[in-house]
């Protein structure tokens, strides 16, 4: 009898032993490298955060954005009710481009003067150039990344199109969390375990900003040669897309965004939109959802 | 085979399980050749050769005889706790049936033997902590998960498989502490036993009188690392590192699932 | 009905041991220091209570030196890495990690690599000279040399990891950093990187002998406590001489499984299994990468196992690509290797 409650208490206090990092960890945190590159600092209180601004932004030279003075087309006295210096919501009609102002106002949480002078809408600010960017990324992002792979996968396609509320979430800054490393990072193989490291972390950061683990694309009998699985083969042009609007779109300054910016931990990211600038919100759905869990695998070792 | 020259003095009936139970003598209590053979023991070469022979005609109807691939998967997701049709992981169920009543039954056959011998019970204890290794992982984690898929596939390279998958299912399963606990005790366990392997089959027959062989260890041991253990106490130590490992290994897979599904998140919970 | 716990055995000879010092071998440092002393509490765990002597020699002075130095280099280097907080220290040991450099040759920098190598360096130290003291203390004591050969093969395992390995991979980067978590994570990344190590048959063998020797401990360590009270324990006696003890102890096993050992050959088998752990997982060490690059790969080619899926291959047995250089990273993310 004294011998079981020997082993009893040894084993209780060694489960309470190995909690005791977890509950010192929840009460004072350790600083993870999942939980932000930059932590402190933003666009508004004027701190550079981002050392190499060549690697993010600067505003896509492509786009005809480059305003280094005030356009010609702004007059000096604003007639309210016109449209001037609209370039890329030309197409739009007055009710159109005030339409997409409130919705850019719900979907960043700000107000029109994060953007415009308020005593003159026409003037051109760095805020207003940088929104251009992000109309014309988020085309970009729709129709050259996301289209074709729902063209290529069709049965994993997911309802609706991205937004400014998938990555803003009502904030005017993206969402930081879970790291992951530029893509060619991902190519194989690995000069050395420790470069892995930084492969892995970077696994385990899409798995949280999914919410899903790793057999939701991998069969761990072999990383590296299987790769079979669609979800895997998703995720590669993903990572592409990422790395483009990180080198491309986004401002200097600016935290780079990762899975967790859309995904925010789900596998479907929530807040999409009917379709490019329309703001009607959809509720994501996948067409196919049960396809989503890896065949690969056998059920006994589960899906996410 | 022959007998030890011994043996005869010992080999006695009577003094079993089933005597002191339900009264009467064990009908089975005889030996055959070197085996015992006992009613565990029947109940035990039964639960074997139907085990067996469902292994062969399973892995038949498969068809990959080979040794390291042949594979008998556990029932799908969809079959939840209920039975499977016999080629989507019924095999798998009848297998591990048979193999749980066979190692029940050689842990009380075990009990018998000790019981004739009159020594101590520490083997079938022993023997059953082993056991509960499997049942723990095949029956009582797929229980509370609610699916005997959640059984490891019975197979050679199939159940590394298992092992690899359900490791990473929980991100990182070396972050998992009593994982890290177990596997500890597995390497102190072997090198305990390399000490200890090293010291008998150093001190043997090196001298007439066992007790100068004895002090000899003594002597080393603390000259060595500071102290001597003694004969007992390395049997003391041997077999609690085992005791400590099986429960921590015990622990280690039942907590992942019903517990917890993120070992990483485990240490950073908010 | 045969009692559970066997009776206390005896208590063991008086403190002083055969000769109270040892300088027959010409070894400065060959003296016996302590002063031995009785643990009373041990007596409740039923094992020897004598505590001491020790003895010094030289490899002993030597191996112990050069540990300690590994481990002040461990405790600086930790400091470093906390910014000089020995709070931070404590309260993040756990992520310590003092990393090897990329390449094989010496660090170009103490944070760059240095730090380990100096530690690796001093531990190899260590370990060897502890060898060379059990190798004296075998000899000094007439033991047959089983455990310097146990000793010998737990060092090749390590030389294998730490030192072997890198040098046919080419790069020191390949062997475990110093740290508890980034040992963890060595062993989840190796595994990754080498195609899953479950599929390597070395170290199918080393599991197959390490849960082998958990096994044999247990049933071993059992079959003495159960007949302890016969006095199976004095196992040097029972080898010269079968007591009641060690028969019931071989007859048990006879009626169980069919077949026995004996009092000696039953070591055999326990120091083989140990043994074979360390000698198989050096091996499997070795062999990743020279064999082959990636063990599931291997596994399928050799039909061992089952291919689950169409397997891209480009990557297998091809030289490794050169890693990007380092200041194409976000800062903040990888942490800066030399500065």
């Known amino acids: 009898m004294q011998k079981i409650l020997g082993m009893l208490i040894v084993t209780i206090v060694l489960a309470a032993g190995s909690a005791v990092q977890p509950i010192v960890n929840a009460i004072a945190p350790a600083p993870s490298i999942n939980t932000g590159v930059n932590s402190g600092g933003t666009i508004g209180t004027g701190e550079a955060t981002n050392p190499h601004p060549a690697q993010y932004g600067p505003v896509d030279q492509n786009a005809p954005l480059d305003y280094s003075t005030q356009p010609k087309s702004v007059p000096r006295t604003y007639v309210p009710g016109k449209l001037y210096n609209v370039e890329v919501l030309k197409s739009y009609d007055y009710a159109g481009v005030v339409g997409q102002m409130a919705y850019f106002t719900q979907a960043l949480g700000v107000e029109c003067q994060y953007c415009h002078v308020l005593s003159n809408l026409a003037y051109d600010t760095p805020t207003k150039r940088i929104a251009r960017t992000m109309i014309i990324m988020v085309a970009r992002i729709q129709s050259e990344h996301i289209d074709s792979i729902h063209k290529q996968f069709p049965n994993f396609a997911v309802n609706g199109a991205v937004g400014c509320e998938t990555c803003h979430r009502g904030a005017p800054l993206h969402p930081v969390q879970y790291n992951i490393v530029p893509v060619q990072y991902l190519d194989w193989p690995a000069k050395s375990s420790r470069q892995e490291g930084f492969v892995v972390n970077s696994m385990y950061s899409v798995s949280k900003s999914l919410g899903v683990n790793c057999l939701f694309c991998h069969n761990t009998a072999d990383f590296v040669t299987l790769q079979y699985y669609p979800t895997n083969q998703i995720a590669h042009r993903m990572w592409k897309m990422v790395d483009d609007i990180n080198h491309k779109y986004l401002p200097p300054n600016i935290e780079a965004v990762t899975c967790y910016t859309c995904h925010h931990g789900e596998k479907w990211p929530s807040k999409l939109v009917a379709g490019g600038l329309d703001e009607t919100p959809v509720q994501a759905k996948a067409n196919y959802p049960a396809v989503h869990e890896n065949p690969g695998v056998h059920p006994a070792s589960g899906g996410p | 085979m022959a007998d030890l020259p011994f043996e005869s003095v010992y080999r006695k009936r009577g003094n079993t399980l089933f005597a002191s139970i339900l009264g009467g003598a064990d009908p089975f209590d005889f030996w055959a050749g070197p085996f015992y053979v006992g009613l565990f023991g029947v109940i035990a070469m039964l639960a074997i050769v139907v085990g067996v022979a469902t292994l062969f005609i399973a892995v038949g109807q498969y068809g990959d005889w080979d040794l390291w691939r042949a594979n008998i998967p556990s029932p799908g997701r969809q079959y939840g706790l209920g039975g499977a049709p016999f080629l989507q992981g019924g095999a798998w169920q009848i297998v591990v049936i048979c193999a749980t009543i066979s190692f029940f039954a050689w842990m009380l056959r075990e009990v018998d033997i000790c019981r004739k011998l009159e020594m101590g019970f520490h083997i079938p204890a022993m023997y059953g902590l082993a056991v509960s290794a499997w049942v723990v992982l095949q029956i009582l984690r797929p229980l509370v998960m609610g699916c005997w898929c959640e059984g490891f596939d019975l197979s050679f390279t199939g159940h590394l498989t298992w092992v690899s998958n359900t490791g990473f299912r929980y991100m990182n399963f070396y972050a998992n502490p009593f994982h890290a606990w177990a596997v500890l005790g597995f390497f102190l366990t072997a090198m305990v036993l390399a000490m200890h392997g090293g010291a008998i089959l150093g001190t043997y027959n090196t001298d007439k009188d066992p007790n100068v062989e004895m002090r000899r260890e003594d002597s080393f041991w603390r000259d060595y690392v500071g102290y001597s253990i003694g004969e007992y106490g390395i049997h003391r130590l041997g077999f609690y590192l085992a005791v400590f490992t099986l429960i921590m290994s015990d622990l280690c897979i039942f907590t992942s699932g019903p517990l917890v599904t993120d070992w990483v998140q485990f240490w950073h919970p908010f | ?339």
């Open chain 3, 1 to 339: 009905m045969a009692t559970i716990i066997s009776k206390l055995p005896e208590l063991p000879e008086p403190l002083e041991d055969a000769e109270p010092n040892d300088l027959d071998n010409n070894d400065a440092l060959g003296i016996r220091v302590g002063i031995p002393f009785r643990l009373e509490l041990l007596r409740d765990f039923k094992i020897d209570t004598q505590v001491g002597t020790i003895w010094l020699g030289t490899w002993g002075v030597v191996s112990a030196f050069a540990f300690g130095i590994g481990l002040l280099v461990t405790l600086l280097a930790g400091l470093d890495q906390a910014g000089g907080s020995f709070l931070i220290l404590v309260k993040y040991y756990a992520n310590l990690n003092t990393a090897p450099p990329d390449g094989l040759g010496l660090a170009h920098s103490l944070r760059g690599g240095g730090y380990w190598q100096i530690i690796t360096l001093f531990w190899a130290i260590s370990t060897l000279a502890w060898a060379g003291r059990c190798f004296e203390r075998l000899r000094r004591h007439k033991w047959r040399p089983y455990l310097l050969f146990a000793w010998l093969s737990a060092i090749f395992l390590t030389a294998c990891i730490w030192v072997f390995h890198p040098l046919i991979i080419g790069s020191w980067a390949d062997a475990p950093a110093l740290g508890l978590n980034s040992d963890l994570q060595w062993a989840q990344n190796f595994s990754v990187l080498w195609g899953n190590l479950y599929y390597n048959p070395f170290h199918q063998l080393a599991i197959f002998f390490l849960f082998g020797s958990t096994m044999l401990w247990g049933m071993h360590g059992a079959t003495i406590l159960a007949t302890s009270s016969e006095g199976s324990h004095h196992e040097d006696a029972e080898i010269k001489n079968l007591t009641s003890g060690s028969q019931k102890a071989m007859l048990f096993w006879r009626w169980t499984m069919g077949f026995n050992a004996f009092p000696k050959s039953i070591h055999d088998w326990l120091w083989w299994f140990a043994v074979g752990v360390v000698l198989s997982s050096g091996l499997g060490i070795l062999s990743t990468g020279v064999i082959t690059n990636n063990w599931y790969a291997w596994g399928v080619d050799h039909g061992t196992v089952k291919q689950y899926g169409e397997m891209t291959r480009s990557f297998i047995n091809q030289r490794p690509q050169p890693m990007p250089p380092m200041s194409q990273a976000p800062a903040g993310y990888i942490p800066a290797p030399g500065k």
